[in-house]
C-alpha cells in the first residue's frame, strides 16, 4: 500500500499553464515566469492526496508526476 | 492597396472530408459535426484550399504537432488564401521558432503571471460593472456587443498604456486582420500599418515621458547582450498582444454567456455555487475553444499514421482536439463540473498563450459580475446569434432578454 504521495513537475515539459497552482496551491510555486515546481520536497501532506491527483490529470503538457512512496 | 489580391471566392463546400473549408457558413455556423465526420475519416485530413492545408482531428495529432518543431514552424499562425513573404518580426513569439522562440517569449511572460492578474482584477470587475451599467435597465441587450466584446480590449487597453476609448479602433483592426484579412489581403496590410503607426506614436510620446505600462516595459527590455530589441520586435509583440488579447476572449465569454443563457440549470447551479465558476470556465474554454492556429510543414513527416508533405499549412484546431471522446468522456456534452479537464484551448508546447492567465481571470471576473447582477437571461427569440469566421470562434452578436420570463 503506498505509504505517501509525492509530486513532481518535468521542467522540460512544464509550460506554465498554472492549472496546478490553481488547484493545489499547496503543493506547487511558480517562477517569475509562471512555470511550475514542486513545493519543497514534493512530498503530500495527508488530507491534499485529491488535489496531487486533480493537478496531474488537468496538466495540458502532462507535466506532473504523483509517485506513490 | 491597388497591387494586393483579391478577394478570392470559396465554392461552397460538398466534400468535407477531402475538401474542407473553415470559412465556410457551414461551418462558421455550427463546426461540431463537422469535426466529428473528419475525426471519424482520419487523424489528419487534407483540403487543397488555402494553396494546400491539413487538419488534425484528434487530442493526440494536434499534440503531436504542436511539441514538434523540427517539422513545423509557427512563422505563419493563420491560415488564408496567400502566404506573401514571411515578414521579420511579425508578432515575436507566436511567429517565432526555435531558437528566437525562447527569448522572446520569456520577455513577455513575467507581466501575465497568475500574480500579476490578481493585481488587475478589481480594474476588470469595475470595468464589468461599469458596462453593465450601460444597460441592465433597458431589459434586453446585445451581450456580445455590449459586453464580451468591451471587456477584454478594455483590459489589454489598460496594461499597454493605450486609452480605453479607443476600443473600437482597436476592435475594428482586429477584424480586419483576423477575418477579412483571410481572404482580403488589403485589408490585413491595411490594419497591419495602422496599427504600427498608432503604436509608433505612443513609443514616441514615451521616449520623453516614460510609463509604467507594457509599452515603456518592452522598449526597457534588454537582450543577453543588453542590447535593447530592435523597434519592429516592440511593435511585433505590441501587436501580438492587442490582437492575441481581444478577440480570443471576448468569443470565450461570449460563448460561455451564450451557454449559460441556453442551459437554465447550469446558470441556476453556478448562481447557487459560485465556487464552482472556476471550474466551470474550464468546461466552456474546453468545449467553446475560440482559437484555430496554424503551422507550416517545413519537412515532410508522419502524424498519428498519416504523411505530411513540405509547403502545406497546417489548420491546428485546438477545438476540434478538445471535442475528441478518446481524450474526454462525453466529449460533446458541456459538464461544468469536469473534474479531469486537460483541455488545449491555450494551446500547447511552447507557444502555449502568453495571455491564458489574463484570460482565465477576465472569463472568471466577466461571469461572475453577470450572474451577481443579472441572475436571469435568455435567448431573445426575435434576434439571431451571429458567430464569427475563421481564425477564432465566438459569437459576435448575442441578443439576450434580461429579468425573468413572463
Ligand atoms: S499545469 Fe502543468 S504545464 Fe501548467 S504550470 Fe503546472 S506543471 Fe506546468
Given at each position: 500500500?503506498?505509504?505517501?504521495?509525492?509530486?513532481?513537475?518535468?521542467?522540460?515539459?512544464?509550460?506554465?499553464?498554472?492549472?496546478?497552482?490553481?488547484?493545489?496551491?499547496?503543493?506547487?510555486?511558480?517562477?517569475e515566469y509562471g512555470n511550475a515546481h514542486e513545493a519543497g520536497d514534493g512530498v503530500v501532506p495527508p488530507g491534499l492526496e485529491d488535489k496531487a491527483w486533480l493537478a496531474k490529470s488537468n496538466c495540458p503538457e502532462i507535466a506532473i508526476?504523483?509517485?506513490?512512496? | 492597396?491597388?497591387?494586393?489580391?483579391?478577394?478570392?471566392?470559396?465554392?461552397?463546400?460538398?466534400?468535407?472530408?477531402?475538401?474542407?473549408?473553415?470559412?465556410?457558413?457551414?461551418?462558421?455556423?455550427?463546426?461540431?459535426?463537422?469535426?466529428?465526420?473528419?475525426?471519424?475519416?482520419?487523424?489528419?485530413?487534407?483540403?487543397?484550399?488555402?494553396?494546400?492545408?491539413?487538419?488534425?482531428?484528434?487530442?493526440?495529432?494536434?499534440?503531436?504537432?504542436?511539441?514538434?518543431?523540427?517539422?513545423?514552424?509557427?512563422?505563419?499562425?493563420?491560415?488564408?488564401?496567400?502566404?506573401?513573404?514571411?515578414?521579420?518580426?511579425?508578432?515575436?513569439?507566436?511567429?517565432?521558432?526555435?531558437?528566437?522562440?525562447?527569448?522572446?517569449?520569456?520577455?513577455?511572460?513575467?507581466?501575465?503571471?497568475?500574480?500579476?492578474?490578481?493585481?488587475?482584477?478589481?480594474?476588470?470587475?469595475?470595468?464589468?460593472?461599469?458596462?453593465?451599467?450601460?444597460?441592465?435597465?433597458?431589459?434586453?441587450?446585445?451581450?456580445?456587443?455590449?459586453?464580451?466584446?468591451?471587456?477584454?480590449?478594455?483590459?489589454?487597453?489598460?496594461?499597454?498604456?493605450?486609452?480605453?476609448?479607443?476600443?473600437d479602433l482597436f476592435i475594428n483592426w482586429i477584424h480586419m486582420i483576423l477575418e477579412l484579412g483571410i481572404k482580403d489581403e488589403s485589408k490585413l496590410l491595411q490594419a497591419v500599418q495602422e496599427m504600427s503607426a498608432y503604436f509608433r506614436?505612443?513609443?514616441?510620446?514615451?521616449?520623453?515621458?516614460?510609463?509604467?505600462?507594457?509599452?515603456?516595459?518592452?522598449?526597457?527590455?534588454?537582450?543577453?547582450?543588453?542590447?535593447?530589441?530592435?523597434?519592429?520586435?516592440?511593435?511585433?509583440?505590441?501587436?501580438?498582444?492587442?490582437?492575441?488579447?481581444?478577440?480570443?476572449?471576448?468569443?470565450?465569454?461570449?460563448?460561455?454567456?451564450?451557454?449559460?443563457?441556453?442551459?437554465?440549470?447550469?446558470?441556476?447551479?453556478?448562481?447557487?455555487?459560485?465556487?464552482?465558476?472556476?471550474?466551470?470556465?474550464?468546461?466552456?474554454?474546453?468545449?467553446?475553444?475560440?482559437?484555430?492556429?496554424?503551422?507550416?510543414?517545413?519537412?515532410?513527416?508522419?502524424?498519428?499514421?498519416?504523411?505530411?508533405?513540405?509547403?502545406?499549412?497546417?489548420?491546428?484546431?485546438?477545438?476540434?482536439?478538445?471535442?475528441?471522446?478518446?481524450?474526454?468522456?462525453?466529449?460533446?456534452?458541456?459538464?461544468?463540473?469536469?473534474?479531469?479537464?486537460?483541455?488545449?484551448?491555450?494551446?500547447?508546447?511552447?507557444?502555449?498563450?502568453?495571455?491564458?492567465?489574463?484570460?482565465?481571470?477576465?472569463?472568471?471576473?466577466?461571469?461572475?459580475?453577470?450572474?451577481?447582477?443579472?441572475?436571469?437571461?435568455?435567448?431573445?427569440?426575435?434576434?439571431?446569434?451571429?458567430?464569427?469566421?475563421?481564425?477564432?470562434?465566438?459569437?459576435?452578436?448575442?441578443?439576450?432578454?434580461?429579468?425573468?420570463?413572463?
Amino acid at each position: 500500500m503506498a505509504e505517501r504521495l509525492r509530486v513532481h513537475v518535468d521542467p522540460d515539459k512544464c509550460q506554465g499553464h498554472a492549472r496546478c497552482k490553481a488547484l493545489a496551491p499547496e503543493l506547487f510555486e511558480l517562477d517569475e515566469y509562471g512555470n511550475a515546481h514542486e513545493a519543497g520536497d514534493g512530498v503530500v501532506p495527508p488530507g491534499l492526496e485529491d488535489k496531487a491527483w486533480l493537478a496531474k490529470s488537468n496538466c495540458p503538457e502532462i507535466a506532473i508526476d504523483v509517485i506513490e512512496e | 492597396m491597388s497591387d494586393a489580391t483579391p478577394p478570392a471566392a470559396h465554392p461552397p463546400v460538398t466534400d468535407w472530408v477531402h475538401d474542407f473549408d473553415h470559412t465556410d457558413p457551414q461551418w462558421t455556423e455550427d463546426p461540431f459535426p463537422i469535426w466529428e465526420e473528419l475525426r471519424a475519416a482520419s487523424p489528419v485530413v487534407h483540403t487543397e484550399r488555402f494553396l494546400g492545408c491539413y487538419m488534425p482531428t484528434t487530442y493526440e495529432a494536434v499534440r503531436e504537432i504542436a511539441n514538434d518543431t523540427e517539422h513545423f514552424s509557427s512563422r505563419r499562425i493563420i491560415v488564408r488564401d496567400v502566404r506573401p513573404e514571411v515578414a521579420r518580426n511579425a508578432a515575436p513569439p507566436i511567429t517565432s521558432d526555435p531558437p528566437e522562440h525562447k527569448p522572446a517569449k520569456q520577455l513577455l511572460l513575467p507581466p501575465f503571471t497568475p500574480d500579476a492578474m490578481k493585481k488587475l482584477e478589481p480594474r476588470m470587475r469595475a470595468i464589468c460593472n461599469e458596462l453593465i451599467d450601460g444597460f441592465i435597465a433597458d431589459g434586453k441587450v446585445d451581450a456580445a456587443a455590449r459586453y464580451a466584446k468591451y471587456i477584454p480590449v478594455r483590459a489589454i487597453a489598460h496594461m499597454l498604456g493605450i486609452p480605453e476609448s479607443d476600443s473600437d479602433l482597436f476592435i475594428n483592426w482586429i477584424h480586419m486582420i483576423l477575418e477579412l484579412g483571410i481572404k482580403d489581403e488589403s485589408k490585413l496590410l491595411q490594419a497591419v500599418q495602422e496599427m504600427s503607426a498608432y503604436f509608433r506614436t505612443h513609443i514616441e510620446e514615451r521616449r520623453s515621458k516614460p510609463t509604467d505600462d507594457l509599452i515603456s516595459y518592452l522598449m526597457n527590455a534588454r537582450d543577453k547582450e543588453g542590447q535593447p530589441l530592435e523597434e519592429s520586435h516592440v511593435l511585433g509583440s505590441l501587436r501580438l498582444l492587442l490582437i492575441a488579447g481581444i478577440d480570443t476572449t471576448w468569443s470565450a465569454i461570449g460563448s460561455s454567456l451564450w451557454h449559460l443563457a441556453k442551459t437554465p440549470g447550469d446558470r441556476e447551479r453556478l448562481i447557487a455555487e459560485p465556487g464552482l465558476i472556476p471550474t466551470a470556465v474550464e468546461e466552456l474554454l474546453r468545449a467553446y475553444s475560440p482559437v484555430t492556429m496554424a503551422r507550416e510543414v517545413v519537412k515532410e513527416t508522419t502524424i498519428s499514421g498519416c504523411p505530411v508533405k513540405a509547403g502545406n499549412m497546417v489548420l491546428l484546431s485546438f477545438p476540434a482536439a478538445n471535442r475528441d471522446p478518446e481524450m474526454f468522456s462525453d466529449a460533446d456534452k458541456v459538464v461544468i463540473d469536469r473534474r479531469e479537464n486537460r483541455h488545449a484551448a491555450f494551446g500547447l508546447g511552447i507557444h502555449r498563450c502568453v495571455g491564458s492567465n489574463l484570460a482565465r481571470m477576465e472569463m472568471q471576473v466577466a461571469l461572475e459580475e453577470w450572474l451577481r447582477r443579472i441572475p436571469d437571461f435568455r435567448l431573445d427569440p426575435a434576434g439571431t446569434v451571429a458567430w464569427s469566421q475563421g481564425t477564432v470562434r465566438g459569437p459576435r452578436q448575442l441578443p439576450f432578454l434580461l429579468g425573468k420570463a413572463m
